[in-house]
């Protein structure tokens, strides 16, 4: 399988887990508002070493409600966040935005606008409205359309072989 299907595959099985007792070390969700106005906020999930920061400006409508979702794989190899709206479609139009994560490597990432028009599914933003970094993804000045309704990211950790 691909770095990015596993990648998907690791996102999906830390944010399922999240809702476990069992696993509630190994991920946490928090809930946070996504605040018009055009000022620039941040939300930040920290699990044991690792901080996943998501820093934003948007536009229009009212606040609205947005998950953050951090995660270790059983290995600690691979750390994911997630950010996403759960209602799916924003209202918001994202004049910015950034998401950080510390002591990783970004590996894979992917950002998505509005659900499809057919209801199946987000649709994934253009390779060129986005820019990954060793450490970040970022909206690409001039190409980014604004629109955005989940951000996710899998990184490599950095830790020590014994």
């Known amino acids: 399988m691909e770095l990015?299907?596993?990648?998907?595959v690791v996102v999906i099985?830390?944010?399922?887990?999240?809702?476990?007792?069992a696993a509630a070390e190994r991920s946490r969700t928090g809930e946070f508002d996504v605040r018009p106005g055009?000022?620039?906020h941040s939300h930040s999930e920290t699990l044991g070493e690792h901080v996943c920061t998501f820093t934003y400006a948007s536009q229009g409508g009212t606040n609205e409600r947005w998950h953050m979702s951090v995660g270790i794989s059983e290995d600690n190899?691979?750390?994911?966040?997630?950010v996403w709206r759960p209602q799916g479609k924003s209202y918001l139009f994202f004049t910015q935005f950034k998401a950080?994560?510390?002591?990783?490597?970004?590996?894979?990432?992917?950002?998505?606008s509005q659900a499809?028009?057919?209801g199946r599914g987000d649709v994934p933003l253009k390779e060129d409205e986005y820019i990954i970094k060793e450490n970040s993804v970022t909206h690409k000045d001039g190409s980014f359309k604004s629109e955005l309704s989940k951000l996710l990211i899998v990184a490599h950790t950095r830790h020590d072989e014994l």
């Open 100 to 112: 950080e994560v510390t002591n990783a490597k970004i590996a894979f990432a992917n950002g998505f």
């Open 4 to 8: 990015a299907g596993r990648a998907l």
């Open 13 to 21: 099985l830390i944010c399922a887990a999240g809702s476990s007792g």
């Open 38 to 40: 055009g000022l620039v």
């Open 77 to 82: 190899k691979l750390f994911s966040c997630s």
């Open 116 to 118: 499809a028009i057919d």
